[in-house]
């Protein structure tokens, strides 16, 4: 999408238009209170302004959503597993693409995949590569909350350095949690040659605009949204969008794009804050303040600045 | 019209699949199905075809996109063998439990470890649970026809179940054979148009497919699977008897050989049916009552009608190409139940189960003969050895 339609569109974007537009994700759900997931899956349908066809991997937005007879989804919605959800996804997109070219389909149909961390990040990874490769017509939506939360808050390869969860406890042997660092999905999505963003419900327009832009781009997309879980991270369940907003200004969580192999930071915060104010409000890393985990913020810190400091000479380089 | 080729069981499977013109086609490539997607492709390439061929990166991701392709709305089709089989797994009670009528060849081959390319059953034997309609073949002929079929009962309305269609690998998928096509438009005709039920991409009706179910409604979920499966019989034989009229080739439930007025008789799947029928020609010659049953619709097992079929004889061995460990043969497990609730008039024959050409090892005339012997003295009050045993092992 050409910049300037983008920023026309972005200057049209009200979100108190945009509330009363019609949900095709639909309230009555039962995902926990506090949960930012939801969030995240209304923002990137209200960004959708085209039919659209959803694939959900295995996980909490897909068995708080649709059971038994009632579903939450007023588009249509298929789950298969856990792993697939993008390889399913490819394949409604390829019989869509089969029905089309037999005049059976309009040709304004989107394809999203919405898949947690555990399903894109690890078990997916595969299903995920090779959907993207292959190059479908399709958008896969990571809803990042760093751990697989479904079954109990156990460590995945998106679980924060230093985090604990029921699979990287911190314990008398091992006091720091979570020994290694997380997998730079994003990236490696990017390496795939296609648009690759990361994004935050708490950056609403930045978020519904990558969204937007990656509708236009023909072809296979990928964006990695931050969606705190208040279950998992031991936090208050009235501030997802908070904590969303303080990984982004920590740069913990830096909201960046690639396209066409450039890399663009969409939003530098005007005041980049210690990763403490986003660390210190969640249960996951109080063991971090203890006795026995010296070290292990700073660690953390430096592993942000570097990460932080990348983005942005890439980002310059681009421009 | 029909035409009269030399070729293998893959490439006739490979022409009945273009003759059926799915919408979309998902592959992964395995020795030894790799042949029939490698050729569908090339239909592909050379517009013989309209089907969208999606290359998934893996067999579990093919049957994923089978899935949301068939969800989708429309004809699909895949193929696999033994480790595809197996990384399948997961999705193929996924297919089934979503009623989406996918066909798929299965050419069948050993399973790991440890590693072998060659034909046995443990691939399909290993599926028998998941929920699919499977037909075994024991040629060309019979593969080509039954992939044919296979479009007609997946699809059909009272059913709508994906669809293995088994082979055995190298035997017959790579070997040449003669056999019969039908005219590209006969099967058309006979196949017919795709009929949508419940279509992922009906946008005006949305709908959501693979709901989580719980403790109140999964038992009669299930529940109804094992009744749609109970229709399938019904439907396999009213297609096979409008395929008899469009080809002249007669199909059944299973078939039988020489098997109404024999004493003693071998069960067998596929390739080495073709073997044993021919040693039961001689053993006629010589006096001895022989015949055989080669099941074709393993799933659902039609266990009345082989039951009735089988209850008469004297004595009875059921060759496996496959085994469960711990257990008897998979067919013998099949052919034993169905005799059980055969028996009504107090008389069933003995039963013996032998183990056979695991990993593509030969099964000769010499094989069948040797069991078909054993079974007549059985037949004469010899007494009964193990119940079963691996044939032909090398000591």
Not at chain 1, 7 to 12: E, P, R, T, Y
Not at chain 2, 317 to 335: H, K, L, N, Q
């Amino acid at each position: 999408m050409e910049t300037r339609e983008l920023l026309k569109w972005s200057a049209q974007v009200k979100l108190r238009e945009k509330s009363k537009q019609e949900e095709r994700f639909e309230h009555g759900h039962r995902m926990c209170a506090g949960c930012g997931a939801p969030t995240v899956v209304k923002m990137v349908l209200m960004a959708t302004e085209y039919p659209v066809v959803v694939s959900n991997a295995t996980g909490c937005l897909e068995v708080s959503t649709c059971i038994q007879e009632f579903t939450a989804w007023k588009t249509p919605w298929i789950h298969t597993a856990f792993e697939n959800a993008a390889a399913t996804l490819s394949g409604a997109e390829t019989m869509y693409r089969a029905l089309l070219k037999k005049g059976k389909m309009p040709d304004n149909v989107k394809f999203i995949a919405f898949g947690g961390d555990g399903g894109t990040y690890d078990i997916g990874l595969q299903s995920l590569s090779g959907a993207m490769e292959r190059g479908h017509d399709m958008l896969y939506v990571c809803y990042d909350n760093g751990a697989y939360m479904n079954t109990g808050i156990q460590r995945s390869s998106a679980t924060p350095l230093g985090a604990d969860t029921t699979t990287s406890p911190a314990g008398s042997a091992n006091p720091a949690g979570k020994l290694q660092a997380r997998k730079d999905l994003t990236r490696i999505m990017a390496a795939h040659g296609i648009y690759a963003a990361q994004a935050s419900p708490s950056h609403w327009l930045d978020l519904m605009n990558k969204v937007k832009k990656a509708h236009q781009i023909k072809g296979a997309k990928f964006i990695n949204i931050i969606a705190p879980c208040n279950r998992g991270w031991r936090t208050a369940t009235d501030n997802s969008i908070e904590l969303s907003r303080l990984a982004v200004e920590t740069c913990y969580w830096p909201l960046y794009e690639i396209e066409d192999g450039k890399l663009k930071v969409t939003v530098v915060p005007e005041e980049k804050k210690p990763a403490d104010q986003f660390f210190k409000l969640q249960g996951r890393f109080k063991h971090l303040y203890a006795p026995g985990n010296e070290g292990m913020l700073e660690r953390i810190q430096a592993e942000i600045d570097r990460n932080w400091e990348r983005l942005l000479k890439e980002s310059d380089q681009a421009c | 019209m029909g035409k009269v080729v030399a070729v293998t069981g893959n490439e006739a499977v490979a022409n009945a699949l273009r003759q059926a013109d799915p919408d979309v086609c998902s592959l992964y490539p395995i020795t030894p199905q790799t042949d029939i997607v490698q050729r569908f492709s090339s239909f592909v390439a050379n517009g013989q075809v309209q089907t969208e061929l999606l290359n998934a990166e893996s067999e579990h991701s093919a049957m994923s996109a089978a899935i949301g392709a068939a969800a989708g709305g429309g004809r699909v089709i895949t193929a696999t063998s033994s480790q595809g089989l197996a990384l399948m797994w997961e999705m193929l009670h996924i297919a089934s439990g979503m009623n989406l009528p996918i066909i798929m060849p299965l050419v069948n081959r050993a399973l790991s470890a440890p590693l072998n390319i060659h034909g046995d059953h443990s691939d399909g034997m290993g599926a028998r649970d998941t929920g699919w309609v499977q037909l075994w073949s024991e040629n060309a002929q019979e593969a080509y026809d039954n992939t044919i079929m296979a479009f007609r009962i997946g699809e059909h309305l009272e059913i709508r179940l994906p669809v293995m269609v088994c082979m055995d690998g190298f035997i017959v998928s790579h070997s040449i054979a003669r056999m019969e096509y039908l005219g590209d438009d006969e099967v058309k005709n006979f196949i017919g148009p795709y009929q949508k039920v419940n279509p992922l991409l009906d946008l005006e009706h949305p709908k959501s497919f693979g709901p989580l179910i719980l403790t109140d409604l999964y038992h009669e979920y299930k529940r109804l699977q094992h009744e749609i499966m109970g229709r399938v019989k019904n439907v396999v034989l009213q297609v096979s008897d409008e395929f008899a009229k469009q080809s002249g080739r007669k199909y059944g439930l299973f078939e039988s050989y020489r098997l109404e007025d024999a004493d003693i008789a071998l069960v067998i799947l596929n390739s080495a049916a073709g073997t044993s029928k021919d040693v039961i020609d001689e053993l006629r010659d010589k006096g001895i009552k022989a015949g055989l049953l080669k099941p074709r619709l393993f799933r659902p097992f039609p266990y009345a009608e082989i039951g009735q079929a089988l209850r008469h004889l004297k004595a009875v061995c059921v060759m496996d190409r496959a085994d469960s460990f711990g257990g008897y043969g998979p067919m013998f497990m099949e052919i034993s139940s169905a005799l059980y609730q055969a028996d009504g008039e107090g008389r069933r024959p003995k039963l013996i189960n032998k183990i056979y050409g695991l990993g593509g090892r030969d099964y000769m005339p010499g094989d069948a003969r040797k069991v078909l012997l054993e079974l007549n003295e059985i037949s004469k009050g010899a007494p009964l050895g193990a119940v079963k045993e691996y044939m032909g092992v090398r000591e």
